[in-house]
């Protein structure tokens, strides 16, 4: 199990950007390459749904058609974190962000996130003018 800590969010207006950063800790290997990583939101009366993945080898990245173009997700393998760059929000993108993790495949990058085992607490993002 690994320890998942999100930051980043908080009130944009519509236009705007937002960074949000998972930092990653307790790992054993000392490499949090060696996970793959999703953002998953959650909009108050919705399901939770996949926002962004990176995969846990060659980094492939994965988007929900509803960011493609908006959102980037990334990873910083020197500080263990790993990055989703918001820009041109939405209100529709307003939600609590929740960074997980896995380590062992499948872990497809749809619905609510199940594969993944590891999940962070989340950061609310509010999108409004």
């Known amino acids: 199990q690994v320890q998942l800590v999100e930051s980043g969010g908080g009130l944009v207006q519509p236009g705007g950007s937002l960074r949000l950063s998972c930092a990653v800790s307790?790992?054993?290997?000392?490499?949090?390459?060696?996970?793959?990583f999703g953002w998953f939101r959650q909009a108050p009366g919705k399901e939770r749904e996949a926002v962004s993945c990176?995969?846990?080898?060659?980094?492939?990245?994965y988007y929900a058609d509803s960011v493609k173009g908006r959102f980037t997700v990334s990873r910083d393998k020197a500080k263990n974190t790993v990055n989703l760059e918001m820009s041109s929000l939405k209100p529709e993108d307003t939600g609590v962000y929740y960074c997980?993790?896995?380590?062992?495949?499948?872990?497809?990058?749809?619905?609510?996130?199940?594969?993944?085992?590891?999940w962070g607490r989340g950061t609310q993002v509010t999108v409004s003018s």
């Open positions: 997980a993790a896995v380590g062992t495949p499948p872990y497809y990058c749809s619905g609510s996130g199940a594969d993944y085992t590891d």
């Open positions: 990176i995969s846990r080898r060659d980094d492939t990245k």
């Open positions: 307790g790992f054993t290997s000392g490499y949090a390459g060696s996970y793959a």
